[in-house]
């Protein structure tokens, strides 16, 4: 929905004082708004590091709930990012930037009012508003005094980067004139497609923390591969080292070196079969041994990191890694406007940021340096708001013609042959198939917290309803859009939820013992108190049966009270037939869940004139957390 004129004045007002968008950003009597003035952000030192993360392949402008539950434990318990809604706005008051309730930039850093919000302000982030903002962001830095970072999620999380493999998001991501990547959900491809994709990247993709398999090494095959596609893959053989650990970029005649951190924990996430002659860690000695060797022979004025470690982990490392400046971080979404600033052992700060997802922020730091030492830094965190900032004509004409390619037969959906290729789409424009209509969301459908959303009850309610299962479960993964009750379902948000490279549905039988060992599992990786120890994403999403979790009990001891969407309790003894999706270590044998959910949705609509309408979200009951200020407004219940 687009601001009228005097709707758009009062909004630019209101941000302004706020003090979020620059000050440039205010009513301005009778005269024209001036969208640079709106982002008038002149730089405050010398050098210019720009930062997006976790895009996800959304190229369009999107609607992006943020989440009303995301809850931490041990020293990460009420410290950002695990403060949530009016919370959070008293916590950035207290640090300097005040963000009024009502104001566009409450609607993008957090979930107060999101339907009403998201009708006034409108939609965010889009390739074609990105590059205008970035561009002029660097423009106001100056010819060559900035660097443009991304944290990885770039490649993969929509239908069009599927059919792909993740070749449009290479080919987006150098139209924006992007500098530096480091991956994640880069790694859903088969490696192969990974150096291909690298070797068309016309920025520079780095990694410390990733190493060559030694078998690897043992024949030609994989030497071959890597000369296939310009030598990447082979960085430094002797240490193992497939790609760069960090670079060196002199800007504005000063000296600043980036450190590249991949998620760490890749083979929890993707099937290992994709990537078998490389392997992944945290590798913080690694780290403290690569930033040594810069600071002592790279003569830099400051060292950072583009890590996909998550906020809590990077929160952890800078604590514990000497003479790193700053981590831009990724992976667990979280849109912070201020940085958390960590003591390092050596008595320096680090300036630790995430800059949230799906692009609807930029994260912009300005380095002051002096005579080669760093004396400052100023960061702000901006909300793309595609109703202001106007589309780039080259950008846009890139995404027109996306819509115009074709499906064909040497597109692969699936690992499993039978679905590898769809030969119902084949010669159906991708345009054609995004923008299929399948139901009106009766609800608003969103993702984002740490327990069920309503877009993961579509999925476990399509799963039951294809496997005539007792329970489906879903996993609690932070990537999909979000949709409005009473917007439109197409295709192409489906697969905003679902286009995975492992889509393949299953169905099998699990006792209630073996179900309460599971959850309990996935309960360990989220609220384990040791963020190292963690392997990001979320509480497995489960449908048909509800529960009651206590974040703060140890493993085997957080999960009770299962019970049956009837209320029968679950059997301990008894065997439920149980559906799923997304199989990491095995390949499953129905269909794609992106069909799944879009037949579900289809049939829903024939029942319900045109509407999909949840009866019940599966929310499970959280015990001790009442007072957290991770936790607000949760529908479920509090113990």
């Known amino acids: 929905m687009s601001l009228n004129r005097r709707e758009f004045l009062h909004v630019m007002a209101v941000a302004a004082a706020a003090g979020m968008l620059p000050a440039g950003a205010r009513a301005m009597g009778d005269k024209p708004m001036d969208w640079k003035k709106v982002y008038d952000t002149p730089m405050k030192g010398n050098v210019r590091l720009i930062h997006t993360t976790d895009n996800h392949a959304q190229l369009k402008p999107i609607f992006f709930r943020e989440p009303n539950v995301n809850l931490g434990v041990g020293p990460a318990h009420g410290q950002r990012p695990h403060i949530v809604g009016k919370n959070l706005l008293k916590d950035l008051a207290a640090n300097g930037v005040e963000i009024k ?34 561009d002029n962001l660097r423009a106001q830095a100056g010819a060559g005094n900035s660097i443009y970072m991304d944290g990885g999620d770039l490649w993969h999380g929509s239908g069009t980067a599927l059919f792909t493999r993740g070749m449009v998001m290479v080919e987006a991501s150098n139209l924006l004139g992007l500098d530096i990547l480091t991956g994640h959900w880069e790694f859903t491809y088969q490696q192969e497609e990974v150096l291909r994709n690298i070797n068309a990247f016309k920025g520079e ?10 078998d690897a090494l043992f024949g030609d095959e994989y030497r071959e591969m890597c000369d296939r596609h310009g030598g990447h893959g082979m960085y430094d053989e002797d240490n193992l080292l497939p790609f760069k650990p960090y670079t060196i ?3 504005n005649g000063q000296r600043i070196a980036v450190v590249g951190q991949t998620f760490p924990r890749l083979s929890n996430a993707n099937p290992i079969a994709n990537f078998p002659d490389w ?9 403290q041994a690569t930033v040594n060797h810069i600071r002592e022979n790279e003569n830099v004025a400051a060292v950072v990191v583009i890590s996909h470690n998550g906020m809590d982990v990077d929160i952890k490392m800078a604590g514990r890694i000497s003479g790193v400046d700053a981590i831009f971080g990724g992976h667990t979404h979280d849109g912070m406007p201020v940085p958390t600033k960590v003591k390092r052992p050596d008595g320096g700060t680090c300036y630790v940021t995430n800059a949230g997802s799906n692009g609807k922020f930029v994260g912009v730091m300005d380095l002051d340096i002096q005579e080669g030492k760093l004396k400052g830094v100023n960061y702000k965190l901006l909300p793309v708001f595609a109703n202001v900032l106007p589309a780039d004509p080259a950008m846009s004409q890139f995404l027109d013609e996306l819509c115009v390619r074709k499906y064909d037969q040497n597109i692969i959906e699936a690992r499993n042959p039978k679905y590898r290729n769809n030969p119902a789409r084949i010669g159906k424009t991708f345009g054609e ?13 969103y993702r984002r917290g740490n327990f ?8 476990v309610n399509a799963l039951r309803e294809e496997h005539n299962a007792d329970i489906a479960m879903s996993a609690g993964v932070r990537w999909g859009t979000s949709v409005i ?42 609220f384990v108190v040791d963020p190292y120890l963690q392997s990001g994403g979320d509480m497995a999403r489960i449908g048909g049966l509800d529960y009651t979790i206590d974040p703060n009990e140890t493993l ?29 270590d095995q390949v499953g044998e129905g269909r794609l869940m992106w069909d799944v959910a879009a037949d579900y949705l289809r049939r829903q609509a024939k029942k319900n004139n045109g509407v999909v309408k949840l009866s019940k979200v599966n929310r499970p009951t959280l015990k001790n957390v009442s007072t957290d200020p991770g936790l607000a407004d949760y529908a479920g219940k509090v113990i």
């Open 101 to 134: 309730e009502g104001s566009p930039e409450a609607y993008a850093f957090t979930y107060l009012d999101f339907e009403n919000a998201a009708k006034k302000y409108g939609k965010v982030g889009g390739f074609a508003h990105l590059k205008t903002l970035i």
């Open 205 to 214: 993709y780095i990694s410390n923390n990733t190493r060559l398999r030694e």
């Open 249 to 251: 970029k002199t800007i």
């Open 279 to 287: 392997s992944f860690g945290l590798r913080e000695e690694e780290m």
């Open 433 to 445: 198939i995004m923008s299929e209509e399948l139901a009106i969301a009766g609800d608003t459908l």
């Open 452 to 459: 069920m959303g309503t877009w993961d009850q579509i999925l």
């Open 485 to 526: 009750a009473g917007e439109m379902i197409t295709m192409e948000r489906v697969m905003d939820q679902t286009s995975l490279t492992y889509g393949e549905t299953y169905v099998t039988e699990y006792t209630g013992a073996q179900l309460k060992d599971i959850f309990e599992g996935i309960a360990e990786n989220l």
């Open 556 to 584: 085997g001891n957080r999960i009770t009270d299962m019970k049956l969407d009837d209320g029968t309790p679950v059997d301990m003894k008894k065997t439920y037939r149980v559906a799923g999706w997304a199989q990491v």
